[in-house]
């Protein structure tokens, strides 16, 4: 156990980095909603590579949030079925 780094250091930048997304977004609410809503091209894109990208920041955040907590899943029992 005494060999059980946290990773508070993560936890932190992608906490930041998860805030950073989200004020980005209130702050250019109304460029990104004029560049989402466009139907020409490939802009049908941008909705889902923005959902990707919080998804991916976001998640990591909150598995550093439950690592640094000391929440963990239960291990399997090693029995196969």
Do not use: C
């Not at 946290?6 to 932190?12: A, C, E, G, I, S």
């Not at 049908?44 to 955040?61: E, Q, Y």
Request: aromatic fraction near 14%; charge should be positive; glycine fraction near 10%.
């Amino acid at each position: 156990m005494a060999n059980d780094k946290k990773p508070v250091l993560q936890l932190v930048l992608t906490g930041a980095g998860s805030m950073l997304l989200y004020l980005l977004l209130f702050l250019f609410e109304d460029e990104i909603m004029r560049a989402y809503t466009r139907t020409d091209g490939l802009y049908w894109l941008l909705p889902v590579a923005t959902a990707f990208v919080f998804s991916l920041v976001h998640g990591a955040f909150t598995g550093y949030f439950w690592e640094v907590l000391g929440v963990r899943g239960k291990k399997p029992n090693g029995r196969k079925r």
